[in-house]
């Protein structure tokens, strides 16, 4: 089993770009997650979905977009880059009811 | 809102010493509480939990035990290794359990031969 696959494990990014970081899982969880990374704060939840066609904001949603067309497939969309946004961003799945969550190994981004 | 908070790091031991990271959390009602591990260069792994007051969690001779009367879940190890330096994150799933989890900020360990 593969897990949860994110991919481009690491981008570099100009400021205004847009870029979309993909993740899916093989392990037909219903709910999945965005989270990014920054030193010192811990993990924060970006956005989560708890089924296909339904999405929801966490603490920090502004500047991503997403939708959740499959059980499968949660990509993350950045709209416009920008440098505050340089961050190591994790997507995660997990069962109802199962409470754990599986991460996939991260994609690394830089906003010049 | 829930809340998780961690001894902040680094934390520097020698191998063979005793390990205690600190951590409490702030909930409504009945969360489950976990710890996870990322090894340098890696994504999160979860090393313990407990779903209910009294729990021990354990893996990898690391404990954690669920104390609801002093909202606490310290993780502790008995005897480090140089292998066990990683950054251990403590987290909390609500009782409403949508999927989504609160960590604390992280406690970056390191062990010295």
């Known amino acids: 089993n593969a897990g949860v696959t994110q991919t481009p494990k690491f981008q570099v990014l100009k400021t205004g770009q847009s870029m979309t970081l993909q993740c899916a899982q093989d392990m037909n969880h219903e709910y999945m997650s965005w989270y990014r990374q920054d030193p010192g704060m811990g993990l924060r939840l970006i956005h989560y979905s708890v089924g296909a066609g339904i999405t929801d904001q966490g603490e920090v949603p502004n500047g991503y977009n997403v939708s959740r067309s499959t059980t499968e497939d949660f990509p993350l969309r950045l709209l416009s880059a920008a440098p505050s946004q340089t961050s190591v961003y994790f997507c995660a799945s997990s069962l109802p009811g199962a409470r754990e969550l599986f991460f996939g190994e991260g994609s690394r981004l830089t906003v010049l | 809102g829930d809340s998780v908070t961690q001894m902040e790091g680094p934390v520097t031991l020698s191998e063979e010493a005793f390990l205690t990271i600190n951590c409490t959390y702030t909930?409504?009602?009945?969360?489950?509480l976990f710890w996870y591990v990322q090894y340098p260069g890696e994504g999160l792994q979860l090393l313990l939990k407990a779903t209910k007051a009294d729990d021990k969690g354990s893996n990898k001779g690391f404990e954690a035990t669920y104390r609801k009367e002093t909202t606490s879940f310290h993780l502790e190890k008995g005897s480090v290794q140089v292998s066990d330096s990683a950054v251990y994150f403590c987290a909390l799933s609500p009782s409403s359990n949508t999927g989504k989890l609160i960590f604390g900020q992280g406690t970056t360990l390191q062990v010295k031969p």
């Open positions: 909930a409504t009602g009945y969360p489950s």
